[in-house]
């Protein structure tokens, strides 16, 4: 198992751009994964394998890796994007597990 | 477009289990894996283990060995969670996920099963 560091919290005015880092050691082999919640409902995922976005995400949503850090940017951030985001990693290399980072609430000033 | 549909919230009594179902619709059943996840008050995620429904085996974070079980019922689409010895501390928001877009990324989730933990 390992671990997967978050800060906890971003803030950002609107139409500014957010970037919220997650840290891991298995970073560098692992795909990251990013999901946003929102009060009282389910994760969404946002971004998966590190940069890809599922259909029906706004593109202003974007992923990159580097090294043991990955980074979820928003850029022109909107009132509705304020929210709690998680990075998630899995292992199948051994025992299968997923890991998810503590969280960072972002909030639009 | 796949769904899955939680039981209903539960209130349980220290040292007692909860069992909450998820059941799919809308694909393959046997196809995909399910997780569970769950989410305590305030705090953040928590992945507690996986079952492979065609394959019939389960997979479980090392925090909740011996404690949890996750079975999958293929003739009704039903993935289930099983969790003993509850405690105080398991008081949570319970979710089912499952990847469908890639493997490991939870792109469809249920609504969640809230279960309370009190005397």
């Known amino acids: 198992s390992y671990e997967l560091t978050q800060p906890p919290s971003v803030s950002v005015s609107p139409g500014q751009t957010a970037r919220i880092t997650c840290s891991g050691d298995a970073l560098p082999k692992q795909y990251a994964y990013w999901y946003q919640q929102k009060p009282g409902q389910a994760p969404v995922l946002v971004i998966y394998?590190?940069?890809e976005r599922p259909s029906g995400i706004p593109e202003r949503f974007s992923g990159s890796s580097s090294g043991t850090t990955v980074t979820l940017t928003i850029s022109g951030v909107q009132a509705e994007d304020e929210a709690d985001y998680y990075c998630q990693s899995a292992d199948s290399s051994g025992t299968y597990f997923v890991v998810f980072g503590g969280g960072t609430k972002l909030t639009v000033l | 477009q796949v769904q899955l549909v939680q039981s209903g919230a539960e209130v349980k009594k220290p040292g007692s289990s909860v069992k909450v179902s998820c059941k799919a619709s809308?694909?393959?059943?046997?196809?995909?894996?399910i997780s569970w996840v769950r989410q305590a008050p305030g705090q953040g995620l928590e992945w507690m283990g996986r079952i492979i429904p065609i394959l019939g085996i389960a997979n479980y974070a090392q925090k909740f060995q011996g404690r949890v079980t996750i079975t999958a019922d293929k003739s009704t689409s039903t993935a289930y969670m099983e969790l003993s010895s509850l405690r105080s501390e398991d008081t949570a928001v319970y979710y089912c996920a499952t990847a469908i877009v890639a493997d490991d990324a939870f792109d469809i989730w249920g609504q969640g099963t809230m279960v309370t933990v009190s005397s």
């Open positions: 394998k590190d940069s």
């Open positions: 809308g694909g393959t059943f046997s196809s995909y894996t």
